[in-house]
Every structure is written in C-alpha cells, then in structure tokens.
C-alpha cells in the first residue's frame, strides 16, 4: 500500500521533471504561503476554428472519444477520476452542466482528457475565485487539460486541442479559447508549437483572511474575457 509521504515525494519529483527546478520551486513556495495568498498567472489564447484547426503531433498513434450528456455518467465519472488530478464529485459537477470531455486513449487505456464548455449559459465556467469567462454566443472554452505522468511528453496534449477544436466547430462554434497557467511550462509547448499569440496575461491573487481577490490584466482589459461579483463595502 502506498503511503502518504511516498505519494508527496512522487509529486515532487514530477513537478521537477516538467517544470524545472526554478518553476518547481516557485510552486512549492506558493504552497507554503497557501494558508495566507494564493495566486497564479495565466496567458490567453484564442483559436479561430471555423476554417482552420490546428493539426496534432504525437509520437504514437492514439484514439479520442468525446463523451458529453447521454453517456453512462456513473462509468466515464470512474474512468476520469482513476487518471488523477480529479475527484469523482468535481467530474459528476462538470458533467451534470452540460460540459463536453475529450478522452486519449492508448490502445483501450485512457491517458489524458480535456474539458469543453460550450457557451450555454451566464455561469459557464470559472477559472478561480468567482472569476468567469464571459463567453459570447460561437465560443467555446477548453480547459483543465491533463495527461498521465508517464505518457507526458508523447504529444497527447495536442491530440486531445485537436479533437476538442474538431467537435467545437462541428457543434457551430467558432472560436475557442483557452487560459494556460505560466506555472505549467509544458502546456506552453502547444501555443508555441501551433504559434498562438497571448491575447492577455491574467493575475489573480486571494488574500485569505480577508477575502478580497486581487485582478490584474495586461494586454488587454480584464472584463473584456471575464466577469466577476462586485464586491459590497460595509
């Protein structure tokens, strides 16, 4: 049986591996101050996929299904949850919204998703702390994508992009968008590799002890991609 302390150091040594020593770090120390601020940076992209969608490059050949409302919730909750990452409630919660999740697979073994939200409604989809994309009617938000340890590396990342551009378009949708934390350097591969331009760069930080959320946007102005309650002075 694997023990708690085994896990913790098996994360640290994959933080080191695909962040690097001075990113790993960085996240460490973020963690420490957790209790006090949390707070992450992430760069925006848009993709145009009615007329174009960014093909993939992985190393090996492998499958994708695009599971959606319909589906046996109960089993695609179990085969989510069993890659990591994410509890069984948090995947029952994003499918119950009507969220769409693209699953790789290596020969019959899941190895990585990525989340769909197409616009249907004013609550679609949070990044953190009460701060929501405003998407507008031909947009569609991909999201929280992740690849298990072993097959990181491989592509898979660029497999899962291509499936949920392809299902956006054919679903009427013709733009999509997505937040990739400057913490997670190797997701940085994908807009590098298909050269996306930042739209803007988002800084957002929760003071805990009083609740306040500091919003900062550059590039371009933050409500102009996302929405967030007005806070009420006493």
Request: some cysteine; hydrophobic content about 40%; glycine content about 6%.
């Amino acid at each position: 049986m694997t023990t708690q302390p085994t896990s913790r150091w098996r994360k640290v040594r994959e933080h080191l591996r695909w962040r690097g020593p001075f990113i790993a770090a960085l996240v460490i120390f973020r963690q420490l101050l957790r209790p006090l601020v949390y707070w992450d940076l992430w760069h925006i992209f848009e993709a145009n996929v009615s007329n174009h969608v960014d093909q993939p490059y992985a190393r090996e050949e492998l499958a994708t299904t695009i599971y959606g409302r319909g589906e046996d919730s109960d089993s695609l909750t179990t085969m989510i949850a069993s890659m990591g990452e994410l509890a069984p409630g948090e995947v029952a919660s994003r499918l119950s919204k009507g969220h769409i999740v693209a699953v790789a697979f290596s020969g019959e073994q899941p190895v990585g998703y990525m989340w769909l939200a197409i616009s249907c409604g004013p609550q679609l989809s949070e990044l953190i702390f009460d701060t929501r994309w405003v998407i507008r009617p031909g947009e569609a938000v991909r999201y929280n994508s992740f690849v298990i340890p072993r097959f990181r590396g491989r592509g898979v990342h660029s497999v899962l992009n291509a499936a949920a551009n392809c299902y956006a378009r054919e679903h009427g949708v013709a733009r999509t968008l997505a937040a990739v934390s400057l913490l997670n350097p190797q997701s940085m591969s994908l807009p590098k590799h298909n050269r996306r331009a930042i739209k803007m760069t988002v800084f957002l930080a929760n003071i805990r002890s009083t609740k306040w959320t500091i919003r900062k946007a550059f590039g371009a102005p933050l409500e102009s991609r996302f929405s967030w309650p007005i806070r009420k002075k006493n």
